[in-house]
């Protein structure tokens, strides 16, 4: 029900594009931070990773 | 929001080698993505679909909730990394040197999704991507700073040259940005007054929404740069482990060989 | 401290001198670039006469990297920096030696790219003074930067690829400010002429001030 409503704005692609650009960006390297600290934790030892 | 007692399982059993959590997650960086992925949508469905459109800009001010938010935000890191720069040179330990790294790490994101955000902005407001705006041409050379510093921190060399010479550069980041933002808004005043159509004056619900998305993007850094401090942190223990694991094996060859 | 920049300096100046490296190949480079932007932007058109200072600011900087790196390439042999750590040389004063043999190397450089500009662009040369107090200024923080940059590089073994990625957006401000100032120069009007050499100034001292206090952190043994 909304859609038609964003549709109706002006300049829709390059708005909708920069949230995109964005939440990709953010979220990208989030991911990327969390699988390499996943990786990473298996060769440190479990004395040097310590945080609750 | 009972989902958030149950989210410990960060701390199971690591076979016997004590609690060590085996991701970057802890129980508040779970709480704080969970927050962010509430929020988060609320602020894009504020922003895309319930805020009106502003009198001046249109819509165009949908992309202001993301982009003033990030370049609010972005020189925070970068002088988080100067000052953890100059700690590590006083104190030499892995945390400084982290932090130094882990926050370019996040500035540069944050820098970079700026640079595109109000690229974007202008093409709808002025109708060019690029204009040698001060703004956006101290950003870009900002950007350009820190890809040179993060070059550096990828770079393969010994581990302790590379954190003394990434940690004098990290100190020059602050003063560069200050000198480029100095010596560019000078050049660009010259010229003309290329921001025109920034300052918008926002109102009712435009407002909230704006506040909304702030808030998140302050969480969002919260979150990456934790994570990104725990990877940089990480890392820099592997390598060194790697370090300890190649001269052990190195020593047991050479008893196996008779050590030469 | 001096006495040890002045050796430096020498001992940098002698090589140069004699090996004829920096001469016979950062000179023609910068006459060379000179010539291509003058194919790149047609010369009958008058772009390079308004472009003039930008264009001399760029050669002058790319010459730079060279002789930067030209500069650490002579101390990367086996054995000089542990030679160096021997000596007993004052790491500012090293830093001094190096930077001030760069902006030598520099300054010679200058004279034969302003005669170049001259020739091969037609450019005027008015409001000398403002032209030479930009040209020194200018020299400074180029020689200052490129020298603390150079430095660090050379640290890690690494010298072509990373010193311009890490030089060239912190010197910006330079080739923004020395364009600038020339341009002003060369158009009669002083105008922010000054403001600009000022700007420039800031930066060498800020850069020298940063070499001498640091320069003992870099070259320490790791």
């Given at each position: 029900m909304h859609a038609a409503q964003i549709l109706a704005y002006s300049d829709v692609g390059t708005i909708v594009f920069g949230w995109g650009v964005t939440a990709a960006g953010v979220a990208g390297y989030g991911f990327w931070l969390a699988r390499r600290g996943r990786s990473l934790s298996r060769n440190v030892?479990?004395?040097d990773r310590r945080w609750t | 929001m009972t989902t958030l007692t149950q989210t410990t399982d960060d701390t199971a059993p690591d076979g016997g080698a004590g609690?060590?959590?085996?991701?970057?997650?802890s129980r508040a960086t779970r709480v704080l993505g969970t927050v962010i992925l509430v929020t988060a949508p609320i602020a894009a469905y504020l922003g895309l679909v319930t805020s009106d459109p502003d009198v001046v800009q249109g819509d165009a001010v949908r992309l202001f909730y993301v982009h003033v938010p990030v370049v609010s935000l972005m020189y925070l890191p970068v002088i988080l990394c100067t000052v953890a720069s100059i700690m590590w040179l006083r104190k030499r330990t892995d945390g400084w040197d982290a932090l130094a790294s882990s926050s370019a790490e996040v500035a540069t994101i944050f820098v970079g999704l700026g640079l595109v955000t109000g690229a974007l902005w202008g093409e709808i407001?002025?109708?060019?991507?690029?204009?040698?705006d001060a703004r956006l041409t101290s950003t870009a050379l900002l950007f350009l700073l820190l890809l040179g510093y993060l070059a550096l921190r990828r770079y393969p060399a010994e581990p302790a040259a590379r954190s003394k010479v990434s940690a004098v550069v990290g100190i020059l980041l602050v003063p560069n940005a200050i000198l480029v933002h100095y010596s560019v808004s000078w050049w660009r005043s010259l010229h003309q007054?290329?921001?025109?159509?920034?300052?918008t004056k926002m109102e009712g619900n435009q407002l909230t929404t704006y506040a909304v998305a702030q808030g998140v993007f302050v969480l969002i850094l919260v979150w990456l740069s934790i994570h990104a401090f725990r990877v940089a942190w990480l890392s820099l223990q592997a390598e060194r482990g790697d370090l300890d694991v190649a001269i052990a094996e190195r020593m047991a060859d050479d008893d196996a060989t008779g050590g030469m | 401290m001096l006495a040890d920049a002045r050796l430096i300096a020498g001992k940098d100046l002698r090589i140069e001198l004699r090996s004829k490296v920096g001469i016979g190949q950062m000179v023609p480079f910068a006459v060379l670039v000179l010539v291509l932007f003058g194919l790149a932007l047609?010369?009958?058109?008058?772009v390079l006469t308004r472009a003039t200072p930008g264009l001399y600011w760029i050669a002058v900087l790319f010459s730079a990297l060279l002789a930067v790196q030209r500069s650490f390439a002579v101390e990367s042999a086996p054995g000089v920096a542990e030679a160096l750590r021997l000596s007993g040389i004052d790491p500012a004063g090293y830093f001094l030696g190096k930077f001030a043999a760069v902006a030598a190397q520099l300054v010679v450089l200058q004279l034969v790219l302003v005669a170049g500009v001259v020739v091969l662009y037609g450019a005027d040369l008015a409001g000398p003074l403002l032209l030479v107090a930009t040209a020194v200024a200018a020299t400074v923080a180029i020689a200052s930067a490129g020298t603390l940059y150079g430095v660090l590089a050379a640290g890690l073994r690494?010298?072509?690829?990373l010193v311009p990625l890490l030089l060239l957006p912190a010197l910006a401000p330079v080739l923004l400010g020395a364009t600038r100032a020339s341009e002003a120069a060369l158009d009669g009007g002083i105008g922010d002429g000054w403001g600009w050499c000022g700007l420039l100034a800031t930066f060498g001292v800020l850069y020298v001030g940063f070499g001498l206090l640091f320069f003992g952190t870099l070259l320490e043994e790791t």
């Open positions: 030892a479990p004395e | 609690a060590a959590p085996r991701s970057t997650g407001t002025w109708g060019t991507y690029w204009t040698w007054d290329a921001t025109r159509g920034l300052d | 047609d010369p009958d058109r008058g690494v010298r072509d690829t």
